[in-house]
């Protein structure tokens, strides 16, 4: 770990959780924001009767984007942790892969292209504020869980139809004919699961689906 004043930097998940578990065990404030539920080792779809019980007893917060109410997995996940009293909102924004504790610690994530991503651990005062500001618009600007996966329910049933005819070069005429709706609808379809993947065109769909296990 490479200390900088009161800003860590950390490579790789196993040694970000080493050396930060204790932080998360103490925080009572955990807010969260991350492309999908795999940038954090803990936020993996699998809760112990004890991450149950600490769900229950903080005040936590998990901010995501639309891809993960694609996989079935981890959209029941969510859910699960909205009864246990989590808050769990979605933005469709780009958003700052972040963790912060008790308003008092900022986990930042750095690229993910690289072997071994790396990790900011951020205690400096002035610098958790701006990243918590950052936090509080996005969240401010997303949706709740129930109120986006209401309207997301036919994108999901037909993603895996979709998907297969997005990576394989079938023609939207075709696709569209085989789902049994207009072009139109579907070519609509298409561009809200563009913004599911966090993608921009048509061509990245493969790579992002295989990266969120749809494919």
């Known amino acids: 770990m490479e200390l ?38 803990l936020s993996r779809p699998s809760l112990t009767r004890q991450g149950e019980r600490l769900v229950r007893d903080k005040r936590i917060r998990k901010l995501y984007r639309p891809g993960v109410l694609l996989n079935e997995q981890t959209a029941r996940h969510l859910h699960h942790l909205s009864e246990l009293g989590a808050q769990i909102r979605i933005g469709t924004e ?19 292209g690289k072997a071994v991503r790396s990790y900011s651990v951020i205690s400096r005062p002035e610098l958790v504020q701006g990243i918590l500001s950052l936090f ?13 996966d209401a309207r997301f329910a036919d994108i999901r049933m037909e993603a895996p139809q979709i998907l297969e005819f997005l990576t394989t070069g079938c023609k939207d005429d075709k696709a569209a004919k085989s789902l049994g709706m207009g072009v139109r609808t579907y070519q609509r379809r298409v561009s809200e699961l563009l913004v599911a993947l966090g993608v921009t065109s048509r061509l990245q769909v493969d790579a992002r689906a295989r990266e969120l296990g749809l494919l």
């Open 94 to 112: 780009e958003i700052n892969e972040t963790i912060l504790l008790d308003e008092r610690v900022a986990i930042m994530a750095g690229d993910e």
């Open 136 to 148: 509080e618009t996005a969240w401010l600007a997303s949706t709740t869980l129930e109120t986006f």
């Open 4 to 41: 900088v004043s009161d800003i860590s930097l950390i490579r790789g998940e196993e040694e970000l959780f080493d050396r930060t578990a204790h932080l998360f065990v103490a925080a009572n404030d955990i807010a969260c924001a991350a492309d999908d539920l795999y940038t954090w080792a």
